[in-house]
Each structure stands twice: as structure tokens, then as C-alpha cells.
Antibody, heavy 122, light 105 residues
Framework: EVQLVQSGGRVVRPGGSLRLSCAVS????????MSWVRQAPGKGLEWVAG????????GYGDSVKGRFTISRDNAKNSLYLQMNSLRVEDTALYYC???????????????WGQGTLVTVSS | IVLTQSPATLSLSPGERATLSCRAS??????LVWYRQKPGQAPRLLIY???NRATGIPARFSGSGSGTDFTLTISSLEPEDFAVYYC????????FGGGTQVEIK
């Protein structure tokens, strides 16, 4: 059974940092690209970041570029999102997701974690 | 690439046909995905590459379009279909549309 178990969400002050984790099981992790997607309270989905199988290619949404870093540890079957210089508008439920295919020529997210809530507030 | 979904809200009754639109600000070829999200749940993949149903998705869901204009059609609404639907483009780093809420009339 494919599982993505997330952790790391909490309340943090504006300007602070936080690292989210996503531990996966039930599939060969290093065969897949992975993504982070977020959803602000009562709002729509926003693709945050993506990473290829070995971490050699990453991409970011415009609103987080330069502040967030996606990474992975294939030996630990884990995905991470390092979030720096956090802003109030980063408050959201963050999902990790398995990505199939390319980020640029098709593909999709087929399995999702349960979500972890990040609240940025003073 | 900006995706614009319309309408924002669709009010229909069970058994009716739903037609949802997604328009891209530039050509995304057929690299368009549809998801459904029920309250309190993660999104679920419905359609990829504009018209291919994902595994386990019933035939009442169909997708069409290419280039900049896409449509998701639900031929006969079931109770579980009242939810929010998002399109996503995969021609470049992904982006999502703003969503269409399908509500019970």
C-alpha cells in the first residue's frame, strides 16, 4: 500500500524557518518525482515545488522561489521542504505528493499525503 | 501559465450533466490534468493528458480539449461528485486553476 506520512507543521513567527517532512512507503521512492502542494484556508490549490528522482532538477512556484528548498533523501525514503523567511501568506495546509511523468510534458500527482498545517503568525 | 476555471460555482441536481471549463493563458498542448477535492480530503486525480481517465475513475467523467481550452464533463452527477474541481497544467512547472465548486441545487 502506498503511504505518504507527513510531519513538521506548526505555528511559526513571520521571518522564521520550518522544515516539513514526508516519509513514503509502498513504492520505489527513487523511481519517482515528488511535489509539494499547498492550500491556504478556504482557498484553492497552489503547486509549491517539485524534484526529480535524484534531486538534480528542482522547480518552484513564483511565490516561494528563493525562500523554499525542496530536497530528498532516497536512502531514507523521505522528501523535505525547507521553508525560510516565512510570511503570513504562507499559512496553509501543505501536501506532499507522488508525481508521475514529467513536470514539463505531461504527468500528474497520483498519491497524496494527509497534509500538515503551517501557521505563520505573530 | 495562468489557468482560469469557469464557472466558479455550478449549482446542479443529482443526475444532471456538469460541464466545467479551464482556459490557459498560453498553449499547453494536451498537458492538462483534472482533480476532484472533497471537503477535508486531499485532491484525487481524475483525468490526465486532457482526456485520459485515471485508474478507477468511472466512465461518467470525461475530459476534452487541447491548446488553451479544456472541458471536464460529468455525464450524470452522483452524490460524491459534489465537490471542488481543479485543473492543472503540465506544459511547464505546474500551476493550478482557481477551482470550480459543484454544489447541490
Amino acid at each position: 500500500e502506498v503511504q505518504l506520512v507527513q510531519s513538521g507543521g506548526r505555528v511559526v513567527r513571520p521571518g522564521g524557518s520550518l522544515r516539513l517532512s514526508c516519509a513514503v512507503s509502498g513504492f520505489t521512492f527513487d523511481n519517482h518525482q515528488m511535489s509539494w502542494v499547498r492550500q491556504a484556508p478556504g482557498k484553492g490549490l497552489e503547486w509549491v515545488a517539485g524534484i526529480n528522482w535524484n534531486g538534480g532538477n528542482t522547480g518552484y512556484g513564483d511565490s516561494v522561489k528563493g525562500r523554499f528548498t525542496i530536497s530528498r533523501d532516497n536512502a531514507k525514503n523521505s522528501l523535505y521542504l525547507q521553508m525560510n523567511s516565512l510570511r503570513v501568506e504562507d499559512t496553509a495546509l501543505y501536501y506532499c505528493a507522488r508525481s508521475i511523468g514529467s513536470f514539463h510534458f505531461g504527468g500528474f500527482e497520483d498519491y497524496w499525503g494527509q497534509g500538515t498545517l503551517v501557521t505563520v503568525s505573530s | 501559465i495562468v489557468l482560469t476555471q469557469s464557472p466558479a460555482t455550478l449549482s446542479l441536481s443529482p443526475g444532471e450533466r456538469a460541464t466545467l471549463s479551464c482556459r490557459a493563458s498560453q498553449n499547453v498542448s494536451s498537458y492538462l490534468v483534472w482533480y476532484r477535492q472533497k471537503p477535508g480530503q486531499a485532491p484525487r486525480l481524475l483525468i490526465y493528458d486532457a482526456s485520459n481517465r485515471a485508474t478507477g475513475i468511472p466512465a461518467r467523467f470525461s475530459g476534452s480539449g487541447s491548446g488553451t481550452d479544456f472541458t471536464l464533463t460529468i455525464s450524470s452527477l452522483e452524490p460524491e461528485d459534489f465537490a471542488v474541481y481543479y485543473c492543472q497544467q503540465r506544459a511547464n512547472w505546474p500551476t493550478f486553476g482557481g477551482g470550480t465548486q459543484v454544489e447541490i441545487k
